[in-house]
């Protein structure tokens, strides 16, 4: 089974930026998407940035202008930079992929904490 594995998550204030990264393992399909997701408590789970095999990426409106995702093809890793971060970016992040033939997996997820 496809593992993905989050890092760089933690507590940082207001103002401040993080790196996420997710690198993917144990992977026999064409990556066709990765990308982030956040939820946080009540809340639905939510796109935060996709990137697809072709290079096209897509933001939340909320993100736009301060966080980009990026990817590394040949590490099969992708990750978002964060910055001008804000006490309403506070949630779980989740990596997740989509593969070939329609499969696709989750990251267990990392959380990310901004304080005032």
């Known amino acids: 089974q496809v593992q993905l594995v989050e890092s760089g998550g933690g507590l940082v204030q207001a103002g401040g930026s993080l790196r996420l990264s997710c690198a993917a393992s144990?992977?026999?399909?064409?990556?066709?998407?990765m990308g982030w997701y956040r939820q946080a408590p009540g809340n639905q789970r939510e796109l935060v940035a996709d990137t697809a095999s072709g290079g096209s990426t897509n933001y939340a409106e909320s993100v736009k202008g301060r966080f980009t995702i990026s990817r590394d093809n040949a590490k099969n890793t992708v990750y978002l930079q964060m910055n001008n971060l804000k006490p309403e970016d506070t949630a779980v992040y989740y990596c997740?992929?989509?593969?070939?033939?329609?499969?696709?997996?989750w990251g267990q997820g990392t959380q990310v904490t901004v304080s005032s």
């Open positions: 997740h992929t989509t593969l070939s033939i329609g499969v696709d997996r």
């Open positions: 144990r992977i026999f399909l064409k990556i066709k998407t």
